[in-house]
Structures are given as C-alpha cells and as structure tokens.
C-alpha cells in the first residue's frame, strides 16, 4: 500500500497467470498471503482482492484469497456472485500460550469446531496451512534467535514467555526421536485436522519437507505411519 506495490502486485500475478494458469498442475492462484487485516485497510484489501479475481476468473484456476486474519466468518457477504472463489485461513495452534498449554482433547475439540466454521461460510474453503505441531519448538520458528514460547525462552520485544514443557528434540531432531507419547498426540491432531478441514474444501499441510523440525515434517511423518491413511479423525 505505498507506491506502485498494488500495480505491481497486479502485474505479477497476471504474469503468474499467463505463465501457470492453463498447466493441469495448478489447481488455483493466491491472490496474496497473509494481508494483516487488523493493520491495513481492509477496504483497499477488499478492491485489490476484486482487482485481481477479474483478472483472474476466466482462466482455468480457482481464484484463492486469504482471509487477512479476519477470521473465516468475516467473509460470508463478500464475493457474492463472484465464481470460482476460494477462501484461505491458516489454522495454528502453537502461538499463543494458552493453546501452549492446552492437552490434546483440547486440540482436537478445538479444531473440530474450526472445522465447523469452515463449513458454514457459504464458500469453497481450505485450511492452507495447518501443522502436526502442538509447540512453537521450531528453530527460528518465531524469528531468528526469539526463542519459543513452550520451553519459556521466547523474548521479543520485551515480551518474554514461561515455561510449558521442554523442546528436547523439537527444536530440531527426527520424528524417530520423539517419545511414544508426542507421536500418538500427533497423530491424533492431524487426524482431527484432516477430518475437519474436510468438513469443508480440504487443506494443505503446512510443510512437506523441513531441515529438521520433525513436529512440522509431511515428509517424515508419513513415513513414520504418523498421518492417518484416509484421513481417519476423531472430528464427528
């Protein structure tokens, strides 16, 4: 939102369109990721999502665009009789100390019910980017030497943190490292996820491939018999 960057924005993803759009790989192209709603003025994230669904609705992509951390329900009047759209949120529950601290019963109950809220906005919607993870462990995960909430290291800011449990072995580490325990919660949660996000237009697991943060690894997890074959959950 200063100078040519929503013209430019514009241009790119013509161009993306012109490039990707007509390869049977590309299933839909993101208007943009992550726009923080609370921060910008909506109203302009509004017209550039607009802006760019018209350029992009009559090629053979769905038009995806996230929810600007508005939460998924903010967005049910919007985008009426504009085809082909589909909504984006990115469902975590390791940023705050309070999901921290939360038991895997209160994992899964809580993404059940998101999976609710998914199904019930009126449009085609995707958890884009969702994690097996129940701690912010992650090397670098909130930001180059911040640390992490869970093990009480976390400082930004002057914002600091208390101690939850230990990252021994989810800072970095193996899936084959981690206790009997952690592998059967998160097997658990990502069974519950898949479930949920399927109550609506499915999901994309947030991410395939890590360095070594085996909490967050698609990779390794299948491998280790950690994502339920089917997409087995505990969500009703």
Known sequence: ???DTYGQTIR????????????????????????MGPQLDL????????????????????????????????????GAGMS????????????DSGMLEMGIDEHVGSVCDFGGQMASTGKWTISGEWTGAMTDCAKWLNGRGIGARYDGSYNKEGEGSYYIGSCEGKSSGSVDGL???DKNNIKTFIGAQMAAYEKATGWI????????????????????????????????
């Open 12 to 35: 790119a993803l013509n161009k993306i369109r012109d490039e990707y759009a007509s390869n049977p790989a590309v299933a839909s192209i993101e208007l943009l990721n992550e726009p």
């Open 179 to 181: 206790g009997e325990a």
């Open 84 to 95: 082909n759209l589909l909504l984006d949120t990115h469902h975590y529950e390791v940023f």
């Open 1 to 3: 939102m200063q100078g």
């Open 43 to 78: 109203g302009t994230v509004k017209q550039f999502y607009m802006d760019g669904w018209g350029n992009l609705k009559d090629s053979d992509v769905a038009v995806c665009f996230h929810e600007a951390f508005e939460g998924v329900d903010a967005w049910g009047d919007w």
């Open 205 to 236: 697991f947030w991410t395939w491939k890590t360095e070594g943060a085996p909490e967050w690894d698609f990779q390794a997890l299948n491998r280790a018999g950690l994502i339920p074959a089917g997409g087995a959950g505990a969500c009703g």
